[in-house]
């Protein structure tokens, strides 16, 4: 993980992770990462939450008459929750 961010590593500290997965393949074994529900809410540079965003996918809270990202706090700080039970959210996670 890299930057508390799920779907992506750390390229310094985990630069062998995909060499690591490959051989774990080779010998019919399954690498099983954890992916926690609540992607960290990083506005720049983060293509999983931006294209959550884009695709409506996240829980909403009503401020002033207006929809945004429910925000709340985990391990990444602030995180936003998918929304699974919105129909297009299941296909996009």
Do not use: C
Not at 33 to 50: C, H, M, S, V, W
Not at 71 to 84: E, L, R, Y
């Amino acid at each position: 993980m890299n930057n508390y961010q799920d779907f992506v590593h750390d390229p310094v500290n985990f630069k062998d992770l995909p060499d690591f997965v490959n051989s774990l393949h080779e010998k019919n074994m399954h690498y099983i990462p954890i992916i926690d529900a609540g992607l960290a809410k990083r506005t720049e540079g983060y293509e999983a939450y931006t294209d959550g965003v884009n695709n409506n996918v996240f829980i909403q809270v009503s401020i002033d008459g207006k929809n945004e990202v429910f925000t709340g706090q985990v391990w990444p700080d602030d995180a936003a929750f998918p929304d699974f039970f919105a129909e297009n959210t299941p296909s996009w996670w």
